[in-house]
């Protein structure tokens, strides 16, 4: 596609390679692109080298910190740093709460608690899935009963990624009486992790990872003044979060790099005596894909273009979560496939940094099974596809 970019353009792709090359450190980049186990001090390091250079918010309003970018070059920067393996940033403040707080909040709140998420010297964390409301969000029971300048908490949020590390997290919470309706009944309150009554329970997956969590509010007191906008508003608030997380969930430049990564091994790998790339079957698959693919990223396109006017995505971001979580799925699938057998042991200590004990079969092979399973969950979070497909028929085709 470079055909189509103008001299500027080309002139930042330049800049980009430079950025990148200079400053991505080796370590963050050898982990990213063997998929090893990251720490908070990687994405910390990394993100606050980008808020340094002043590219950590790349979709933020400029008078907020962000880029300025045009939508060409918001897919350059994804594409080259996909290239190099360089790791996405922590969406729960960058990409989910911020445009919340900016949209929405007032402007204490704003100048409060926006630039300490740009510079990444606070950690969020995101409470919407109950134990009892994960897709059908608008039950959730978290309530916050109001006592003077106060909200009192209580409740049990679940799945919530990397909760162990935040030092905020931003709730869904219900502030009405059960006469209300669901939806406006909930509000969008920030609480502090270090206010007392807050108990963070791990949970672990099945590859032994503690990857997600479950949060308890026993009578946790938050300022009336953390709550954002107007009470019984969350909900609006809250589809303007989701929209955004739904676009970011896409992943067009990662599945770019791992449909290019799986051509690679299928070439290399024999299939009764002939690579596996020749295999009419399998290319068919991959052919398939990158079609798919190719159709997704133009759809990322025209949303990056409604975004740069100041707009939030729209039902189109429900589109880009359903095609982009199958298309990553069936990546995974064919690299399970490429493995064959080699898929089946697991050795935990080989997805650490620095390992340097027997690889189990070829290299690659050794992360296919792991990421298989894990990524499953990427067609339930975010709101279910099956979610996802109600909202295209309501808000799209008017069913």
């Known amino acids: 596609m470079n055909v189509e970019f103008s001299s500027e353009e080309l002139a930042f792709q330049q800049e980009v390679r430079k950025f990148l090359k200079e ?23 990394w993100q606050q080298i980008l808020a340094e250079q002043g590219w950590a918010a790349v ?15 918001k897919y350059i920067w994804s594409n080259e740093c996909a290239k190099v393996g360089a790791p996405g940033v922590i969406p729960f403040g960058m990409s989910m709460v911020a445009p919340v707080i900016y949209s929405f909040g007032s402007e204490e709140q704003k100048q409060r608690f926006l630039p300490d998420i740009l510079g990444s010297k606070v950690w969020w964390c995101q409470g919407y899935s109950e134990p009892n409301a994960g897709s059908d969000l608008a039950s959730l029971k978290t309530t916050a009963v109001r006592e003077g300048d106060e909200y009192v908490v209580n409740g049990t949020k679940t799945w919530t990624t990397l909760g162990q590390h935040a030092d905020w997290i931003f709730c869904l919470v219900r502030t009405a009486g059960s006469d209300a309706k669901n939806q406006e009944a909930i509000s969008f309150l920030l609480i502090d992790m270090k206010t007392p009554g807050i108990n963070v329970s791990p949970i672990y997956l099945l590859d032994e990872t503690r990857e997600v969590n479950e949060i308890h509010f026993d009578n946790v007191r938050v300022p009336v003044g953390n709550i954002i906008g107007e009470e019984g508003k969350g909900w609006t608030y809250a589809k303007v979060l989701l929209t955004h997380e739904r676009t970011g969930i896409a992943g067009v430049a990662k599945s770019k790099e791992a449909i290019a990564q799986v051509k690679q091994l299928a070439s290399e790998t024999s299939h009764f005596g002939q690579p596996l790339m020749e295999d009419s079957a399998f290319a068919q698959k991959v052919a398939a894909l990158e079609i798919d693919l190719l159709a997704l990223e133009y759809t990322d396109l025209r949303t990056l273009a409604a975004v740069s006017t100041g707009k939030a995505p729209g039902p189109e971001s429900s589109i880009l ?9 069936q990546i995974d699938e064919l690299k399970m496939e490429i493995a064959g057998y080699y898929a089946i042991p697991f050795v935990k200590d080989q997805f650490e940094y620095g390992f340097e004990g027997p690889m189990v079969g070829p290299g690659a092979a050794a992360n296919s099974a792991p990421a298989y399973f894990n990524h499953r969950k990427t067609t339930i979070y975010g709101g279910s596809n099956e979610v996802q497909k109600n909202i295209i028929c309501k808000a799209v085709l008017g069913l």
Do not use: M
């Open 321 to 329: 979560k359903i095609k982009g979580t199958e298309i990553a799925q």
């Open 59 to 73: 979709n933020w309003p400029v008078e907020y910190g962000g880029t300025g970018w045009t939508p060409t070059q």
């Open 23 to 45: 400053k991505l450190p080796a370590k963050i980049s050898e982990k990213a692109k063997h998929e090893l186990h990251f720490t908070k001090e990687d994405f910390v390091q």
